[in-house]
């Protein structure tokens, strides 16, 4: 069997040539990163979790009409995924404050906000991926004014989606953070939601005990990231909801 080739490796997944023109394979890793990779670890089943999860969401959102790079998962650690031009931005969706945004502006975490609110930020991790304004991304050509209004509406779309999930099952979504790449079919272009979807992209806290499910656990220390993975997908029905974390997670196909 020919070896495939490797395109992409980043903090927490690989990116292989697909088997067919205009397809890539998207396999995730165990690794687990935070504060610009200043702090790692090796979670063993994260990969396997955050592969199904990504799968649980994007086909949700390829259901409703947000259109995405996902086309199937081939795996427990792989998913096949449209290939696609990737806009060089984080677009991060806020409900309430957390993280940077509390630091920044002095807002108590968890303080609710008054309307979602999206932010961008710049893709260089050299730099620390820097917030940036449509200013900016407009006068370096990252993207076009249409672009940014597809963008958030691609952004507010997947917020409203997500939302309502996670409310349906105990869940508040903090906020996240998606990728959006072009694709073209002739003349015409349109944007999708690219990268990954998963806890390691959103902040999601319990409703009643604002238990932290998310890759907050990882970065301050408050427990097992495995762990507060699973129960996310137990919540959601990916696992079954009697599962508790093992080492090589159960999932259902």
């Avoid at 994260?46 to 969401?57: A, P, Q, T």
């Avoid at 958030?152 to 989606?161: G, S």
Wanted: aromatic share 8%.
């Amino acid at each position: 069997m020919a070896r495939r080739k490797k395109i992409y490796e980043g903090k927490a997944k690989i990116l292989y040539e697909g088997p067919e023109p205009g397809t890539i394979v998207q396999y995730f890793k165990d690794d687990a990163t935070a504060f610009n990779a200043e702090k790692k670890d090796v979670i063993e089943g994260k990969g396997v979790l955050n592969n199904r999860l990504s799968e649980f969401f994007m086909t949700g959102l390829n259901g409703i009409g947000v259109p995405t790079h996902f086309i199937k998962r081939l795996n427990m650690r792989e998913q096949l995924v449209r290939a696609c031009e990737i806009v060089p931005l984080e677009i991060i969706v806020r409900n309430y404050a957390a993280g940077s945004m509390s630091k920044r502006l002095g807002i108590e975490e968890g303080t609710a906000l008054p309307r979602p609110i999206v932010e961008y930020c710049y893709k260089d991790d050299k730099l620390g991926d820097p917030l940036v304004t449509e200013e900016h991304i407009a006068a370096f050509g990252w993207a076009s004014q249409q672009d940014m209004d597809d963008i958030v509406a691609l952004a507010l779309r997947v917020n409203d989606y997500l939302s309502g999930l996670m409310y349906g099952v105990g869940i508040r979504l903090v906020d996240f953070k998606i990728e959006v790449g072009r694709v073209y079919d002739g003349d015409y272009q349109r944007l999708i939601v690219a990268d990954e979807i998963s806890p390691d992209s959103c902040r999601l806290w319990d409703i009643e005990s604002g238990q932290k499910l998310d890759k907050d656990v990882f970065r301050h220390d408050l427990g097992n990231l495995a762990d507060a993975y699973t129960e996310v997908a137990r919540r959601l029905g990916v696992m079954p909801k009697s599962a508790t974390h093992m080492a090589k997670p159960k999932l259902i196909n």
